[in-house]
């Protein structure tokens, strides 16, 4: 078999409203961190790279270091998470990233990190892509078994009723991904399937993406302790129906608005530092919207789903989420 060079492309999952039920799938957990591609290579040089080919090497000296026991020529993949308090911290994850030395070690004691590998697609520098899932995945077990639980392997079942559990709203789990047994690896193929916890609450439109008559997307607001409206997130892009239905009860403010003119982009789940225009609403306007479990420091980290108008509410109505 031959080597595995260069970046990694890495298989992806399709979306689904529903687990395949019919025999030859496993199940596996969604677990709330960085989809992350840890490499041993061929000379003992150890990296730890993102979806998108960023280093993060730099960040995990604790991962780096339970990898040094691995033999050369390994490549795993998996999600790296922060495990705290009986869940995961996704937003612990988050601090890790820090572009200090110092600070970088004192975030490795203070919020350590783990690698759950669910594939290997190298081994002793032979492509294991070729093989099937099952194969793959015994090839795994037995490399990582009496490895630190630094580097631990993501829990599996081949029954689906025994994967509802990951749908139940277990701390730092987003859902559940199925996978053919017999398949193969295939880079950038959305050959997996992957079914998010969904769940639906009531927030405030306190402003729009684009004009209040057709609104293409809705910023979403709720009291904060204070009583103060706080933006909780938006919605991704509105169907032509309801942009219409929605364009004729949205009005512009009629005092001073809670929110400024523009908002932090990492209120929507994106880098922190930019900002947002956005077309402000008269803060009286209550819709029902789909999420996923995502929530974390008074926001939704992923966009929502618009449901539907909630006429009959008020503002003063709803209560934390």
């Not at 975030?107 to 690698?115: Q, S, V």
């Not at 306190?206 to 607001?221: D, F, K, Q, S, T």
């Not at 904060?224 to 309801?242: F, K």
Request: proline share 7%; net charge positive; hydrophobic share 40%.
């Amino acid at each position: 078999m031959a080597r595995v060079s260069g970046a990694v492309e890495l298989m992806l999952a399709r979306p689904v409203t529903e687990l395949p039920t019919v025999d030859g799938w496993a199940y596996e957990p969604k677990l709330d961190g960085f989809r992350a591609l840890l490499t041993v290579s061929s000379t003992g040089g150890i990296g730890l790279r993102s979806r998108r080919q960023r280093s993060l090497t730099p960040y995990f000296p604790e991962i780096v270091e339970a990898a040094s026991v691995l033999s050369r020529g390994v490549r795993l993949d998996g999600e790296l998470i922060v495990p705290r308090n009986g869940g995961v911290d996704f937003a612990a994850l988050q601090q890790r990233i820090h572009p200090a030395g110092k600070r970088v070690a004192q975030l490795a004691r203070e919020l350590p990190a783990a690698l759950v590998a669910f594939d290997m697609l190298e081994l002793d520098g032979q492509d294991l892509r070729g093989e099937v899932y099952d194969d793959r995945r015994a090839r795994l077990v037995e490399l990582l078994k009496d490895v630190s639980p630094i580097l631990g392997v993501m829990p599996q079942t081949t029954r689906v009723e025994a994967a509802g559990v990951w749908l139940n709203g277990q701390p730092g789990v987003e859902g559940c991904v199925a996978k053919r047994r017999q398949q193969a690896y295939r880079p950038g193929v959305r050959a997996w399937r992957k079914l998010r916890i969904r769940a639906t609450a009531e927030g405030v439109v306190g402003g729009v993406l684009g004009p209040l008559n057709r609104p293409e997307a809705l910023i979403l607001g709720l009291a904060d302790g204070s009583g103060r409206l706080s933006v909780i997130g938006r919605t991704g892009t509105l169907p032509a129906a309801a942009q219409v239905e929605l364009g004729a009860v949205l009005t512009a403010p009629t005092g001073r608005h809670p929110w400024p003119e523009t908002l932090p982009a990492s209120r929507f789940g994106q880098l922190p530092g930019e900002r947002i225009a956005y077309t402000q609403a008269e803060p009286d306007l209550v819709v029902e919207f789909e999420h996923d479990s995502a929530w974390e420091r008074g926001r939704f980290r992923h966009a929502t789903t618009f449901v539907r108008l909630r006429t009959e509410l008020r503002p003063s109505d709803l209560s934390d989420i």
